[in-house]
């Protein structure tokens, strides 16, 4: 797999509503996956032998318009996560500089661990509310499935998930990738 990290950011602005504001979810298994308040890790694990986190990129940056308002700048993490060297998920996740400050050594040294390692630990970090987006890739994204030889016939699904820690919340993004759905609609 050739991905570059000269592309970072590869996020992009994405409309993310409440699931009851989506018109139509997609079939069952899907929707069970982007409902699921379990750690995407644990879930991902049960069905592949080997597990890959794939580093796109991680630092400082502005935010999108409306994808953090309290925060003009955050800690930006976007990952590939990989089953059997399949990227299923690409992953951005925002922690503002208040909450890294409180976890600056857990987060910066990650690395290829996976960041639910961390937040499902230990019950410091609560789940919060999940938002649902379905969007067509454009731009960087969208020359990252192509990268990844994934064809976007149809529009992606994602979630994303808050995370609170001693009053500041961080934000998990997570979008499903066309051998993702492919994948779990034959479950
Ligand atoms: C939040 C979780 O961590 C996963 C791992 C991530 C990472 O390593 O950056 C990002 C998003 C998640 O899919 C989880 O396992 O639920």
């Known amino acids: 797999m050739s991905v570059t990290k000269l592309s970072f950011p590869y996020g992009e602005s994405i409309q993310w509503l409440s699931p009851d504001k989506i018109d139509q979810l997609p079939k069952s298994p899907l929707t069970n996956w982007l409902m699921s308040n379990e750690s995407l890790t644990q879930k991902l694990r049960s069905h592949c032998v080997e597990f890959e986190v794939v580093v796109l990129g991680e630092g400082n940056l502005a935010p999108f318009n409306g994808e953090f308002p309290s925060q003009s700048q955050a800690w930006a993490r976007e990952v590939l996560l990989c089953l059997d060297g399949i990227p299923w998920v690409f992953a951005r996740t925002l922690i503002p500089g208040s909450l890294l400050q409180q976890k600056e050594s857990d987060f910066l040294t ?17 789940p919060g509310k999940i938002e649902i987006a379905h ?5 960087k994204l969208a020359n990252l499935m192509t990268s990844l030889k994934q ?29 993702a759905r492919r994948l779990i609609e034959e479950m």
């Open 151 to 179: 064809n976007v016939e149809q529009e992606l699904w994602g979630r994303r998930r808050y995370f609170s820690y001693n009053g500041e919340e961080l934000i998990v993004s997570e979008t499903f990738l066309p051998a």
């Open 110 to 126: 990650l690395g290829t661990r996976p960041l639910g390692e961390l937040l499902f630990s230990s019950d410091e970090f609560s």
């Open 135 to 139: 969007f067509t890739p454009c731009h």
